[in-house]
């Protein structure tokens, strides 16, 4: 078996009829960072959703590897704040399995993710009190405190400062030494150096797209 867990081939998609994405392809390998790069609106949410399976491409075709556990940070989570979630809560979420409790495991990944992304002092905090960027610190410590083989990671990074940056890329380098695929979205051209890979979407007027070969390696 390869170490391919996400493979993209000859990607089109289109919302009712207007293109966003032709012709992508992209192998996601477990170990892996990889970098989806573009211009707002270049479709970099749009092939999150379709690696995540939120939507479906129009041709070409978005494998997952069997039973490969998914984690998702979308873009969009205004949703949440309609809850009365804590931080605490809201990063156990991500723990949660059908018909379980939580357990010792999930409770120290909890607790050391809260510490990695200096959330520990807001645990008892509603999500809906804290800044942009606390708020956006407990979302991907929901994301990352996952037990997953793939984090699909929509703008991480948004509205954290230089240090919560530092910590949450120290975080992705640390899933990958780990053994997960890990893939995010960053219109941050300083963000996606930090993966192993990236790719770059073509804005409007450009036709193809390059899956580039490695920038740095960690
Ligand atoms: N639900 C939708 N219905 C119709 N068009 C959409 C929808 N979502 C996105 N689009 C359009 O698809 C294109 C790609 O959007 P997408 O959100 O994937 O871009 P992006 O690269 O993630 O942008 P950003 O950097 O702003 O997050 C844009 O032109 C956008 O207007
Ligand atoms: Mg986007």
Redesign the pocket.
């Known amino acids: 078996m390869g170490t391919e867990i996400l493979t993209v081939e000859n990607v089109a998609f289109r919302?009712?009829g207007?293109p966003?994405l032709r012709d992508v392809s992209l192998r996601v390998d477990a170990a892996c960072t990889v970098a989806v790069t573009?211009?707002?609106?270049?479709?970099?949410?749009?092939?999150l959703h379709l690696l995540a399976g939120v939507e479906q491409p129009a041709e070409g075709s978005v494998r997952r590897r069997a039973g490969c556990r998914l984690a998702l940070l979308p873009?969009r989570t205004s949703g949440i704040d309609a809850l009365p979630l804590t931080v605490a809560e809201c990063v156990q979420i991500g723990r949660f399995r059908p018909r379980r409790r939580l357990d010792r495991d999930d409770r120290l990944a909890v607790g050391a993710i809260l510490e990695r992304l200096d959330l520990a002092r807001l645990a008892r905090r509603r999500l809906r009190e804290l800044s942009g960027g606390q708020r956006q610190r407990a979302l991907v410590a929901q994301a990352l405190v996952q037990a997953a083989d793939v984090f699909v990671l929509?703008?991480p990074t948004v509205g954290l400062d230089a240090e919560s940056r530092r910590r949450v890329h120290d975080l992705l380098g640390e899933r990958a030494r780990a053994g997960a695929a890990v893939v995010y979205?960053s219109?941050d051209t300083a963000d996606a150096t930090l993966a192993d890979r990236t790719l770059r979407?073509p804005g409007a007027g450009d036709r193809t797209v390059a899956d580039t070969t490695p920038l740095i390696r960690r």
């Open positions: 919302y009712a207007t966003v573009g211009a707002n609106g270049s479709g970099k949410s749009t092939l873009q929509d703008e979205a219109h979407l």
